[in-house]
Antibody, heavy 118, light 109 residues
Framework: EVQLVESGGGVVQPGGSLRLSCVASGFTFSGYWMSWVRQSPGKGLEWVANIKLDGSEKYYADSVKGRFTISRDNAKNSLYLQMNSLRPEDTAVYYC???????????WGQGTLVTVSS | QSVLTQPPSVSAAPGQNITISCSGSSSNIGSYYVSWYQQLPGTAPKLLIYDNIKRPSGIPDRFSGSRSGTSATLAITGLQPGDEGDYFCGTWDTSLSAVFGGGTKLTVL
């Protein structure tokens, strides 16, 4: 059974940093692109970033470019999102999702809530 | 404001059929496959349709997808109370980003 479990969310002040983690199980993690997708309270889905199988390619939404860094450790079946210079508009539930193709997210974690507030 | 445009809401009685539209452009829907996601209250999104028309294992054939030009449509037949929730379309864009619609809230009356 495919499972994605996120952690690392919490409350942080504007300008602060946070690192999210996602541990994968039930599939060959190194065989898939992976993404982070976020959802602000009561709002729609917003793709944040994705990363290639071996970490050699990464893409980011304009809204987070230069502030967030996606990475992975295939030996630990883990995906990460380092978030710096956080803003109130970054407040959202952050989901880890598997990307079998650029147009498709076939498995999602339960999400971790990030709140940016003073 | 989302790149893909969906109606904010749709409603119908149990047993009826509905469609949800998703409008984009030549740089996204016109160039890439479309996926649809169901998000029931308090849960994570779930893949319903991929590659415009395909259903993952376990998704009933009451759910179907189509694409024409720069628009896509999700159809649900025989509505059930358990279908109530939010539905999102998504695809890739030539700007090298994944894009989603703003979501459509389905109410089963």
């Amino acid at each position: 059974e495919v499972q994605l479990v996120e952690s690392g969310g919490g409350v942080v002040q504007p300008g602060g940093s946070l690192r999210l983690s996602c541990v994968a199980s039930g599939f060959t993690f190194s065989g898939y692109w992976m993404s982070w997708v976020r959802q602000s309270p009561g709002k729609g889905l917003e793709w944040v970033a994705n990363i290639k199988l071996d970490g050699s390619e990464k893409y980011y939404a304009d809204s987070v470019k230069g502030r967030f860094t996606i990475s992975r450790d295939n030996a630990k079946n883990s995906l990460y999102l380092q978030m710096n210079s956080l803003r109130p508009e970054d407040t959202a539930v952050y989901y880890c999702a598997r990307n079998p193709a650029e147009t498709e997210f076939d498995y999602w974690g339960q999400g971790t809530l990030v709140t940016v507030s003073s | 404001q989302s790149v893909l445009t969906q109606p904010p809401s749709v409603s119908a009685a149990p047993g009826q059929n509905i469609t949800i539209s998703c409008s984009g452009s030549s740089s996204n829907i016109g160039s890439y496959y479309v996926s649809w996601y169901q998000q029931l209250p308090g849960t994570a999104p779930k893949l319903l349709i991929y590659d415009n028309i395909k259903r993952p294992s376990g998704i009933p054939d009451r759910f179907s997808g189509s694409r024409s030009g720069t628009s896509a449509t999700l159809a649900i037949t025989g509505l059930q109370p358990g279908d109530e929730g939010d539905y999102f379309c998504g695809t890739w864009d030539t700007s090298l980003s994944a894009v989603f619609g703003g979501g459509t809230k389905l109410t089963v009356l």
